[in-house]
């Protein structure tokens, strides 16, 4: 049977708290003494320490008080805040309609993530022959994630283990890179990874902090309208999303489309290295989710996951600029054969 205490007893044991430990109290009183007197607080408010300040005390606290005008605080505040988006370049949610005019009927977007350059197993002459294919045939690119390895400060020591460039020589290769797709006005936008984003985490800044691209940069999500003459596209780009089942690799993407974007027309995914791709109706109308590949084809961390190595794989996707329609082209040479026109609509 339950012990009943009175107030009285209450404050005997608090004034015994003061001055034996718990250990002491519990051959005393039995090991539970300390829930007891948990229970015992919430009973009786004599046994909380008495907090409140006295009328005196606040007067000493306003002779020491720095004066401030604490409005004028929050409103610097908001001015930074506003300073800081600014600079940042930072695009989550924005607008491509600079192409609004696109003369010929489809408008070519590849989809593409998962580059890890530095890394050992990055398939380097595939990279290679992709990139020139993209110049080449100016395709627009849309990259949604990890261009780069960039093991920096990491507290795992085995991914240096698997670099082949410095994080510096990663760096100056990607911009060096960016330039030349931006001179052949080949680069759409780009969605920032999580190994895109390591220098973030360990300086607070990224190589994208100081270069204006001219294109928008975001952090692993962006919401994208691609606009033409009467035609627009919605399109939500994640690298890294929310949701995982073993049964269904687009089981995020399809989480995405019914919580959050159920109006998008396209949704791509990236990080998990494993293509797939879902062409469905729903919401009254037809819609894509795809999971983009990589080019780092072998690692620790694929051999972990999975069975086999990764799959190099970077949809093609053509959007309607007279009516809404889009094709998706999933090779090169069917590209090829669509744009000479052997390929019929």
Same mark, same amino acid.
């Given at each position: 049977?339950?012990? &009943?205490?009175?107030?009285?007893?209450?404050? &005997?044991?608090?004034?015994?708290?003061?001055?034996?430990?718990?250990?002491?109290?519990? $051959? #005393?009183?039995?090991?539970?003494?300390?829930?007891?007197?948990?229970?015992?607080?919430?009973?009786?408010?004599?046994?909380?320490?008495?907090?409140?300040?006295?009328?005196?005390?606040?007067? /000493?606290?306003?002779? !020491?008080?720095?004066?401030?005008?604490?409005?004028? #605080?929050?409103?610097? !505040?908001?001015? =930074?805040? %506003?300073?800081?988006? /600014?600079?940042?370049?930072?695009?989550?949610?924005?607008?491509?309609?600079?192409?609004?005019?696109?003369? *010929?009927? *489809?408008?070519?977007?590849?989809?593409?993530?998962?580059?890890? #350059?530095?890394?050992?197993?990055?398939?380097? %002459?595939?990279?290679?022959?992709?990139?020139?294919?993209?110049?080449?045939?100016?395709?627009? @690119?849309?990259?949604?994630?990890?261009?780069?390895?960039?093991?920096?400060?990491?507290?795992?020591?085995?991914?240096?283990?698997?670099?082949?460039?410095?994080?510096?020589? $990663?760096?100056?290769?990607?911009?060096?890179?960016?330039?030349?797709?931006?001179?052949?006005?080949?680069?759409? =936008?780009?969605?920032?990874?999580?190994?895109?984003?390591?220098? %973030?985490?360990?300086?607070?800044?990224?190589?994208?902090?100081?270069?204006?691209?001219?294109?928008?940069?975001?952090?692993?999500?962006?919401?994208? %309208?691609l606009k033409f003459n009467g035609v627009?596209?919605?399109?939500? /780009?994640?690298?890294?999303?929310?949701?995982?089942?073993? *049964?269904? &690799?687009? +089981?995020?993407?399809?989480?995405? @489309?019914?919580?959050?974007?159920?109006?998008?027309?396209?949704?791509?995914?990236? +990080?998990?290295?494993?293509?797939?791709?879902?062409?469905? *109706?729903?919401?009254?109308?037809?819609?894509?989710?795809?999971?983009?590949?990589?080019?780092?084809?072998?690692?620790?961390?694929?051999?972990?996951?999975?069975?086999?190595?990764?799959?190099?794989?970077?949809?093609?996707?053509?959007? !309607?600029?007279?009516?809404?329609?889009?094709?998706?082209?999933?090779?090169?040479?069917?590209? &090829?054969?669509?744009?000479?026109? /052997?390929?019929?609509?």
């Amino acid at each position: 049977m339950k012990k &009943k205490w009175t107030l009285e007893e209450a404050l &005997k044991l608090k004034e015994e708290k003061k001055y034996k430990s718990w250990q002491e109290l519990e $051959q #005393i009183y039995g090991k539970n003494i300390r829930r007891t007197y948990r229970r015992l607080k919430k009973r009786y408010p004599e046994l909380n320490d008495n907090n409140v300040v006295d009328d005196s005390e606040i007067e /000493e606290l306003k002779v !020491g008080l720095r004066k401030a005008d604490w409005r004028k #605080i929050l409103s610097q !505040g908001q001015m =930074n805040a %506003e300073l800081n988006k /600014e600079i940042s370049g930072i695009k989550n949610e924005f607008v491509i309609d600079k192409y609004k005019d696109y003369p *010929y009927p *489809y408008f070519p977007v590849m989809f593409t993530a998962d580059w890890h #350059i530095g890394n050992t197993w990055a398939d380097y %002459e595939a990279f290679l022959q992709f990139m020139e294919f993209i110049i080449t045939n100016q395709i627009k @690119l849309s990259v949604v994630g990890d261009m780069i390895d960039n093991f920096i400060l990491d507290n795992l020591k085995f991914p240096m283990l698997n670099t082949s460039l410095t994080p510096r020589q $990663q760096k100056i290769a990607l911009l060096n890179l960016l330039d030349e797709l931006l001179r052949n006005d080949c680069l759409l =936008n780009l969605c920032l990874g999580n190994h895109d984003l390591r220098s %973030e985490r360990a300086i607070g800044e990224t190589i994208f902090s100081f270069f204006d691209l001219k294109v928008p940069v975001s952090h692993n999500r962006a919401v994208m %309208e691609l606009k033409f003459n009467g035609v627009s596209y919605k399109i939500l /780009e994640v690298h890294k999303a929310l949701g995982f089942s073993i *049964y269904n &690799k687009l +089981h995020a993407g399809q989480r995405e @489309l019914r919580w959050h974007h159920p109006d998008a027309d396209v949704i791509v995914l990236a +990080h998990k290295h494993t293509p797939a791709i879902l062409h469905d *109706y729903n919401f009254r109308k037809w819609q894509w989710i795809v999971m983009v590949g990589t080019f780092q084809k072998h690692s620790e961390y694929i051999y972990d996951y999975w069975d086999k190595a990764a799959t190099i794989y970077n949809p093609i996707f053509l959007f !309607g600029t007279k009516e809404k329609k889009i094709k998706l082209v999933e090779y090169f040479e069917d590209f &090829k054969k669509f744009m000479k026109g /052997e390929e019929s609509e």
